[in-house]
């Protein structure tokens, strides 16, 4: 019986079609892509070179030997290389991040430089096969060994694979698992009929099961602007890093576009990025240019395209305007330039760096570019420290409630009290809330935390009975995100049941940028609870943009004016009339007012005449924690 290579045809066949796909689409040069490059390369080698084999040995005679030995010997080592390949490529993927340790290294190369000693000897031991002139090509003991190798490799990848399978998805899983038990099946088989060439079609299937599965070069670019992403970002920043190449990273934040989609629309915008993506890596090459996110992009510099190369060419082209419809718009550009090894040695660091620069890029102006620093950097890393011990502080409660005084002009005593969130971590010490919430905003821990205040506010209420003391009500501080919850009214809701409070117990604060920020959302909750009695305080007025607007469009009961108003107007005559008349203003809206900041007398005296209801500020008191605040306001009580 002949050799059939029909299975060999169709093993070329799939495995072109999926180096063809694989090679056309955008990908990345990671470890992983290298490795399932190889393999692509290696069954597509073999199973040619199994072809051209079975039809040397078929015409054995007419073929010289030396050239029988060569091909069989090559197309061996090629195939033998299939299985520890692979191997590779699964250790690779079950490893989070890092390189090869020795001994994975050890378990790919060993066995398989026996084979290869094996094959390369076996003209002169026949050892793994034999062309003789009568018998033709025979197969030695030495085959056996060789498929003994290549089951282990598959046994040690399945293993693998099983110990590993948290780091995998079920997909990976899946294809894992069917791969390693079509090669079992099909190696045995090869074993038992060796006129059956069916391995290399099964290893054909296999890559593009894997390709299909595993690979997805599509992970990697973003497909509106044809631009690698975020995930390429890190994956080419950890191989180089890795290599400990030299680079620097320009951020880059386009100012403005956010504009864009209020003014010209969702599709102007998609346009003008389009238009920078394509400026960009026209300017500095394709691979060099990440889209990350919004509108923030990234370029990698390295060898003769400096970091500073790179800023000159965008800020020159961004001097000129984009078009975007007919319109003409100008576009401003805040960068910031990070460099490896001298500011930072991790992927995370860099992206923390990126995304803090960009902000500070922002701050200083339309051409800012922030260069990172030992002394910048040091904010950096604060700012990452922080963040950590806010998410063990959000783990452990370990937030605690202070509370400051509120006084009422009209009664003379404290009649309510703000609810101030504190932190104190052993050793950063009391961190402000002005330095952690933006951070929780950022990093999605401000709901929890906004929640948890909200309630240990009412327990304590509820507990200490705090109106036996004359304390009418407290005020909690919403951020902006809680604001933009759907639903945030039955939380707040549902808290106050849980603990039987009176809705008006409670006066919710907010400020300006909650508004504009999330409208809609806000004007619902906030119908919601003011039907329900509960009083919404507008905080921070005087800062900002302090629109009359807001003022008009939302049922605010109480506007508070931020102490940096209070304090100017006594240094500033213009300062002056603003407070003045903003509260003249407000309480002809019938609104009530609270002063922030009070700390002198004289302060008090000057807010007083204007009209003010209540003061807040370190003339009455500091924030105290519960039980100093409990102990002043029944001290209060009992002297009253
Ligand atoms: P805010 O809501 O405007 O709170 C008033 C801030 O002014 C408090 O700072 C308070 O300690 C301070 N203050 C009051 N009177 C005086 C004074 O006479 N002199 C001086 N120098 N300062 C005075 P704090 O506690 O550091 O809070 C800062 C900001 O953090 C708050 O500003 C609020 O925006 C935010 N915040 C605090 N607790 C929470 C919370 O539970 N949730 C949310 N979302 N934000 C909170
Ligand atoms: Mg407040
Ligand atoms: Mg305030």
Redesign the pocket.
């Known amino acids: 019986m002949g050799y059939e290579v029909q299975y060999d045809v169709a093993a070329v066949i799939v495995t072109v079609a999926v180096a063809v796909h694989f090679f056309y689409k955008k990908t990345v040069n990671t470890r992983m892509t290298i490795v399932l490059s190889a393999l692509i390369y290696l069954s597509l080698a073999s199973a040619v070179l199994d072809m051209v084999t079975v039809y040397t040995i078929e015409h054995a005679k007419e073929v010289p030997h030396w050239i029988n030995y060569l091909l069989n010997q090559a197309y061996l080592l090629l195939f033998n290389a299939i299985t520890p390949i692979y191997y590779m490529y699964v250790v690779y993927l079950n490893k989070e991040s890092g390189r090869m340790r020795m001994r994975d290294r050890l378990q790919v190369i060993v066995p398989y430089a026996a084979d290869a000693l094996l094959i390369a000897t076996t003209p002169f031991t026949g050892y793994v096969f034999a062309m003789d002139p009568q018998n033709g090509y025979t197969y030695g003991g030495g085959m056996f060994v060789l498929y003994m190798v290549a089951l282990l490799y598959v046994a040690a990848s399945f293993v693998r694979t099983v110990l590993f399978r948290k780091n995998l998805n079920k997909g990976q899983r899946m294809i894992t698992y069917c791969y390693t038990v079509a090669c079992i099946i099909s190696i045995v088989a090869q074993m038992l009929t060796d006129q059956l060439l069916i391995i290399q079609f099964s290893i054909a299937i296999a890559i593009l099961l894997i390709y299909l599965s595993l690979e997805n070069p599509e992970d990697f670019s973003n497909k509106l602007l044809g631009t690698y992403n975020e995930t390429a970002f890190v994956e080419i920043l950890s191989t180089m890093i890795r290599n400990k190449r030299e680079f620097s990273v320009v951020g880059i934040r386009v100012h403005g576009l956010q504009y864009i989609t209020k003014t010209l629309g969702a599709t102007s915008w998609n346009h003008l990025l389009k238009q920078i993506a394509e400026f960009l890596q026209h300017a500095v090459g394709k691979k060099r240019v990440f889209y990350l996110s919004g509108s923030r992009f990234a370029v990698i510099a390295k060898g003769t395209m400096t970091g500073d190369a790179v800023i000159h060419k965008i800020q020159e082209r961004f001097q000129r305007p984009f078009k975007a419809d007919d319109a003409e718009i100008s576009l401003a550009v805040p960068m910031c330039m990070i460099s490896y090894p001298e500011h930072v040695d991790t992927v995370e660091n860099i992206l923390d760096a990126i995304e803090y620069f960009s902000d500070a890029a922002k701050g200083a102006g339309n051409a800012g570019v922030v260069y990172a620093n030992e002394e910048t950097l040091k904010n950096v890393g604060r700012e990452f420290q922080v963040v950590q011990i806010l998410k063990r502080a959000v783990v452990d409660k370990k937030f605690e409630v202070w509370y ?1 005084p509120i006084y009422s002009v009209e009664k003379k005593r404290f009649t309510s009290a ?4 504190r932190l104190t971590d052993e050793e950063f010490g009391v961190i ?3 330095e952690f ?1 933006p951070l929780a905003e950022k990093n999605g821990m401000i709901l929890e935390i ?1 929640v948890y ?1 909200f309630r240990e506010v009412c327990r304590f209420m509820k507990t200490h009975q705090v109106w036996n003391y004359g304390i009418e009500n407290i005020d ?4 902006v995100v809680q604001c933009m919850q759907e639903r945030l009214y039955e939380t707040l809701l549902d808290i106050m049941d849980e603990y039987c409070l009176d809705y008006h117990c409670i006066n919710l ?1 907010i400020t300006e940028t909650a508004a504009v920020v999330s409208s809609e959302t806000l004007e619902r909750n906030m119908r919601q609870l003011i039907r329900r009695g509960m009083h919404f305080f507008l ?2 007025y005087g800062t900002g943009f302090s629109n009359t607007a807001t003022l008009i469009d939302y049922p605010f009961h109480t506007i508070k004016m931020d ?1 940096t108003l209070v304090w100017s107007a006594m240094k500033n005559k213009k300062a002056m009339h603003a407070l003045k008349y903003s509260m003249a203003m407000i309480k002809a809206m019938q609104m009530e007012i609270v002063a ?4 002198t007398q004289e302060q008090a005296k000057i807010l007083e005449a204007m009209g003010c209801d209540f003061f ?3 003339l009455y008191s500091k ?1 105290v924690s519960g039980a100093e605040f409990l102990n002043k306001v029944r001290a209060e009580a009992i002297y009253a």
């Open positions: 400051q703000e609810a101030l969130v402000s809330p002005d919430i906004g205040v909690v501080n919403l951020s604060e905080d921070d102490k922030e900041g009070v700390e807040q500020g370190y924030p």
